[in-house]
């Protein structure tokens, strides 16, 4: 029986969840479970590692940890918390902290190969903290008999997420990750999508045959289920109408998330008998971009502005039964988990910019909608056109859209084919 050893590296995923690398994280965790289930022949040891942190964060989340730390442990393995130089609220940190947790995490990846006799080692590096653990494996670890491989899963760069405004110390460390990678034999960078593959290739110069596919998705087993009068209730908390229809948008409070589009789009849609909502989550209160938003926010009286943390709010609007359609507007944007999860409960028609990943994961006009983000206006017009579309149209496009998210948006089944891939 050939013996594995994983090591999942995230600063996201593991104990908290407040990002798409949390859900990605957690999706691959659910993939172990699954893999292990369906490879008898392989003995696959998984160790989940992030970053030590404070259990009154609001982003801590007991509930997933226990959940992953019971996969680890159905295959031998365990959760490991590292240094990572921060104050333990907020994991990601700065280069400083990226230094220590790729180095701590090493350290443990590097004692538990001593321990154990693997005949191979796959480490998969989520995002930036820890895009340098598989070079520091590799290179500690020379006189091992068995196979290391090392994959950097890049869930956003700095050349897309920091465009206008580059981050030159996370730059230079991706930079740096991709150089090692080309020369170095059995590392790797994985790609989430079309868009990624394109972008890692001709932005950063990943070689071709140093990319592997690591494909985005849902877990569908964990998509969340609600009655209409959970849902109601929830409106009705909110000061949320629910005799009208709903247009909405939401996620994590940042600048290229595009709200202040939504909320300059929206203002020309007053004439119409629908009602928005904005729900966003930020970490610091006084965020300049918060405030903003929530000046905004006070000119469109048919809007509810929630500027809070939950998972479960927005799930629960996009499985309402008047939701029409969720917008992402996002200025930058490799790849979101968002447009999978509207189309999921077959409700909400997404509507998507057409920036960098998105247009990819959208068929124009068959499973959802794309839209320039030039003119607010021109927005409008799109989301006054979806809104008040023939009913028969709108079943057909939720259809076509639940049905490509249920066959091909699964990241569980996704995250077997890459380990089926490098584990050889």
Known sequence: MKRVGLFICSHDGISCRYAGVGTAASGYMKGVEKFILDNPQINLTCHAITGKYKSDSYTYNQELLNKNTEICKKTGGSVEFVLNYSDGSYQYGDINSWYVASSAAAQIISNNIIQNKYDQVVILALDTPFAWTPQIVKKQNFDFDGRIIGAWVPHSTSLIHERGDYNLDRLKWEMNVVDSVNTTTDLYVTFLNEYMKDHLRLNYGVLEGKLLPLLNGIVHSEVPRYSNNEIENTLLKYSIPTDK???ISFGRGAKYKGFDIFLNTIKYLSDM???????CSFFDENDPLLKNLAENA??????????????????????WKKTELCAVLSENEPGAFIPAEIRVYGQA????????????????????YVTSLSDPQQISEKIRMIVMMKESEKKRIR???????TNEYDIVNNFCYFLDSVIT
Do not use: W
Request: charged content about 20%; hydrophobic content about 40%.
């Open 245 to 247: 229809p709903l247009v």
């Open 273 to 279: 008998p629908i009602h928005f909502v904005l729900q």
């Open 298 to 319: 006070k000119e469109i009286p048919n809007l509810t502005f929630l500027p809070m943390f939950s998972f479960e709010f927005p799930r629960k609007l996009l499985q």
């Open 349 to 368: 028609i997404a509507l998507v910019s057409d920036r960098d990943g998105l247009p990819c994961q959208i068929i124009h006009g068959t499973d959802g």
């Open 399 to 405: 259809k076509t859209g639940q049905e490509l998210i």
